[in-house]
């Protein structure tokens, strides 16, 4: 258990890399709302449309204002200086779209995005330009990775401060407000950290603002491996590793050939002879070799135990070693975001203590249920894992490592989550219309989906993927795609959702293999269910087997038609050229052939046996999205019982 724990916390700074890329946004509590869809609303969306092309224009940030009072909507965003054009309007675009599809009737919002640049969006009904008042200082928002400094603190510490005082000076300096530099820790380690305020705010106001974010980290986070805070006029971030393209342009200073000694090992002149300073001379040089004779050999002892603890690991791994329950919410090395945390008491009230009148659900490791956060009365879905799953402890720390990093429209919201003793509670936005599942299992709810709404939640689904495959970082597999798994919003706008069996993908990586298979049957392809063996590959199988119950409104794992399962009944339809007699008999009289018969098609391209003749999700949405012809001719598809 220690060495899996030494391990894990060895991780941890690796694991803060990943989770440090999600970007973070603040929509302000100052008690105002305005009414969705109203005239606020469409100025909102108006001014900030404009925002990328006019900051990116404008030498990285542009201010403005729309409409006239009460509903005038005051807007600026922001690029770190020098940021690509492209880069910094591809952030803004996304930290706007984000601002208003989460921030649904708040007048005051800000948004710090981190990828594919740094960059902030800000919105208000009141203006604020050069303002550094209450609602320019308060609100913040602080990340920091739960990992100790491992080196000398003291030292450290005195590095540290020097790095950010000289930051914070230069940033708030006349006609600056911007500073990124690096300093030596170590010979083989770095500190790198970032400043940035608005270029309307004073020096004093971005000074105060700067001081009064490393006051907050240091007051909580002093003894940890990096962090940032964020406010609406200021952004603070520091690691132990290179986080942004600023600092390739900065050349660190080599060390002097003669280095002073740290200041505990400083000697005093000495007042002796010629004779006397070559014999201390002579001692400072030998203690110098020594002193790299004795770091060398710690970083080779080192680099040996971390590759016994990995080797140590991967067996007891293999074995089946001890359940992940057994190590502590805290030892993960996951990454503390506060805004995220909720107060247990605080869900026990939003759900009346878990009551049965609020279940709406029941998932593989634990219940849901419908809740109202108090005040404001926003309506959530809780997930209440279960204290009896083997695997609840594991899919709880999965779930808020990997949904905090994902943001898009076609992925369920994490607002966030909850921890005290063994209950572990997961806090989503609430999506009205449950599971696609649901109105594929209700005769009911299953007419009221038109073909239009049907052909809309294929290709919502492939824009999510898309997304988890190619546009986040890191990588995402989700692993267990499924109609349970799909929820829809009051407009049938679809969102994938259960992260707890997903896996983080690493640079270049394409396949990997395991031995606990996690999924639905029905749903998995055959390398995967035969053989362990994942890709990106795996999702667009589980996605071809969703479009197809899509078309005929029927579940796989209850099909009742002629054929064993409905991949192989689809291509059956197809090879004897008559795909239409899939379709669901509630849209029959009202669906267009060719556009329906290409979504077949696509489905069955989706689920062939060979990973390699499956089309990518890139391709899959540029084929739903046009009316080219699909050149690609399908093959025998991947179910198991289609074999024949």
Known sequence: MKQRSSLLILCSVLIVFFVASVSAQTCVHNGKNFI???????????????????????????????????????????????????????????????????????????????????????????????????????????????????????????????????????????????????????????????????????????????????????????????????????FFRWQLFTFSKAFGNITLAPPSPHPSPPPLLQRQPSSASDQAKKTDTGSRNISLRTIIAIVVTVIVFIIIIIIIIVVVFARRSTRGGKSDQQVKFNQTGMTTVRSLQFDFKTIEVATNNFSERNKIGRGGFGDVFKGTLMPGGREVAVKRLSRTSEQGEKEFKNEVIVIAKLQHGNLVRLLGYSVKGEERVLVYEFVPNKSLDSFLSDPLKQAQLSWTKRFNIIKGIARGILYLHQDSRPKIIHRDLKADNILLEADMNPKISDFGTARIFGIGQTSSITERIFGTEGYMPPEYRCEGQFSVKTDVYSFGVLVLEIICGKKNRSFCFPGPDLVTYAWRLWREETPLELVDQTILENFPAEEVTRCIHIALLCVQHEPTDRPHVSTIVSMLTSTTIISHVPQTPGSLDSLY
Not at 36 to 51: E, H, K, V
Not at 129 to 135: C, K, N, P, R, V
Not at 187 to 205: E, H, K, R, W
Request: hydrophobic content about 35%; some cysteine; proline content about 5%.
């Open 36 to 234: 969705p869809n109203g005239t606020y609303d469409a100025n909102r969306r108006l001014i900030l449309s404009s925002l990328p092309s006019n900051a990116a224009a404008q030498d990285g940030f542009y201010s403005g204002s729309i409409g006239q009072e009460p509903s005038r909507v005051y807007a600026a965003g922001m690029c770190i200086p020098g940021a690509d054009a492209n880069d910094c309007s591809a952030c803004i675009k996304s930290a706007s779209d984000w601002l208003v599809q989460d921030c649904t009737n708040q007048t005051d919002a800000y948004y710090w995005a981190l990828d594919p640049t740094l960059c902030l969006v800000r919105y208000s009904n009141n203006s604020f330009t050069g303002s550094a008042g209450y609602w320019e200082i308060v609100p913040q928002y602080l990340v920091m990775n739960t990992a100790n400094i491992n080196s000398n603190l003291t030292e450290f510490k005195k590095i540290w401060e020097r790095l950010i005082h000289s930051i914070i000076a230069a940033a708030s300096a006349p006609k600056s407000r911007y500073k990124a530099d690096v300093a030596a820790l170590t010979p083989f380690q770095n500190i790198y950290a970032l400043m940035q305020c608005t270029p309307d705010v004073s020096s004093g106001d971005c000074d105060n603002c700067l001081r009064q974010s490393v006051i907050d980290y240091q007051s909580c986070c002093g003894e940890k491996t990096g962090g940032y805070v964020m406010r609406p006029i200021c």
